[in-house]
């Protein structure tokens, strides 16, 4: 089993920074991908940015530029730098880790931490 604890969200002023942890522990294969997804209300939730464990990183045009994601030392951490933030990143964000399993994926997610980005 794994467990994800995020922390870090809070109300910012458009414009603002803030920088989301999220921390890993329990049965983890030294092949992963760590991702942040968002949902705001009454929207599907959607895929932020992504890094695997070899260190690529993506993300979608709405936060390229802005959203910076990293592994902390631990490598079971990772960090979403968020600046330049806008009203419409308003949402729970939540942390995600996806590894192979014998015979497929088995992922896990966060709590979600709630980011509001005030104009």
């Known amino acids: 089993q794994v467990q994800l604890v995020e922390s870090g969200g809070g109300l910012v002023q458009a414009g603002g920074s803030l920088r989301l942890s999220c921390a890993a522990s329990?049965?983890?294969?030294?092949?992963?991908?760590m991702r942040w997804y968002r949902q705001a209300p009454g929207k599907q939730r959607e895929l932020v940015a992504f890094?695997?464990?070899?260190?690529?990183?993506n993300y979608p045009s709405s936060v390229k530029g802005r959203f910076t994601i990293s592994r902390g030392n631990a490598k079971n951490t990772v960090y979403l730098q968020m600046n330049s933030l806008k009203p419409e990143d308003t949402a729970v964000y939540y942390c995600?880790?996806?590894?192979?399993?014998?015979?497929?994926?088995?992922?896990?997610w966060g709590q979600g931490t709630q980011v509001t980005v005030s104009s």
């Open positions: 995600n880790l996806i590894q192979l399993i014998q015979g497929g994926t088995q992922d896990y």
């Open positions: 890094v695997t464990s070899s260190g690529i990183t």
């Open positions: 329990g049965s983890i294969n030294t092949i992963n991908t």
